[in-house]
């Protein structure tokens, strides 16, 4: 198995509160990927990394940002969490162009 | 435009084989991934398809055609443990990030 890990794997919150979910990796990959998944519109991409300190927006940036300063972590941040925003949201890691991305077991986010 | 259509819903029966189509339209393309995904886990990779052709791997086959845009999963002797959504997706642009079909939800019968 990658060596992904999503934390936290649920979480409650209030809207209007700010959340930060963390993607770890062991494995030195240099591509990382915040996704989120409804019923209805499949896996969205929200912003990914190609670098330690290199990010890029998704198709659904908008409410989000990210922080990757190290290698193995990349982080995503709700500033002020809102309804819409209840997801389950998954993190991937991948090494090279040409290979396939690797996904951690979520994060299911419910913002009340 | 990019996109990446296939099927929302098929059933088969255990012991069968089904396909399941998948066509795309992205721009920089450089392969096509199957994903499966069971209800409440995350999608594990199946397949990656880069030149025209099958690729086999045990039960599971994967078809590229580059010319026509088109690939299918082909499942063979199929279980009850193979009722999944399979996701098929393709390189966007610069091949940093990839474009997402909405998955194929296989219901599997007895």
């Known amino acids: 198995d990658a060596g992904i890990t999503q934390s936290p794997r649920h979480k409650v919150t209030e809207t209007g509160t700010p959340v930060t979910l963390r993607c770890h990796q062991t494995e030195n990959h240099r591509y990382m990927y915040w996704y989120r998944q409804d019923p209805g519109h499949g896996l969205r991409l929200i912003h990914y990394?190609?670098?330690?300190?290199?990010?890029d927006k998704g198709e659904v940036s908008d409410g989000y940002s990210v922080s990757r300063s190290k290698t193995e972590d990349f982080l995503l941040t709700l500033e002020s969490a809102t309804s819409s925003q209840t997801s389950v949201y998954f993190c991937a890691i991948r090494s090279e162009s040409n290979q396939p991305q690797h996904f951690g077991d979520g994060t299911r986010l419910s913002i009340l | 435009g990019q996109n990446i259509d296939q099927p929302t819903e098929m059933t088969a029966t255990e012991g069968a084989i089904v396909q399941i189509n998948c066509t795309y339209q992205?721009?920089?393309?450089?392969?096509l991934f199957w994903y499966q995904q069971h209800a409440g886990e995350a999608p594990t990779f199946l397949s990656y398809n880069v030149l025209d052709g099958l690729e086999e791997k045990g039960r599971f086959s994967s078809f590229l055609s580059r010319s026509k845009g088109y690939s299918y999963l082909l499942l063979k002797e199929l279980q009850m443990k193979d009722s999944a959504s399979y996701l098929c997706?393709?390189?966007?642009?610069?091949?940093?990030?990839?474009?997402w079909g909405l998955g194929t939800s296989l219901a599997v019968n007895p």
């Open positions: 992205t721009s920089g393309f450089n392969g």
């Open positions: 997706a393709g390189h966007a642009g610069n091949n940093r990030k990839l474009i």
């Open positions: 990394s190609y670098g330690v300190k290199d990010t």
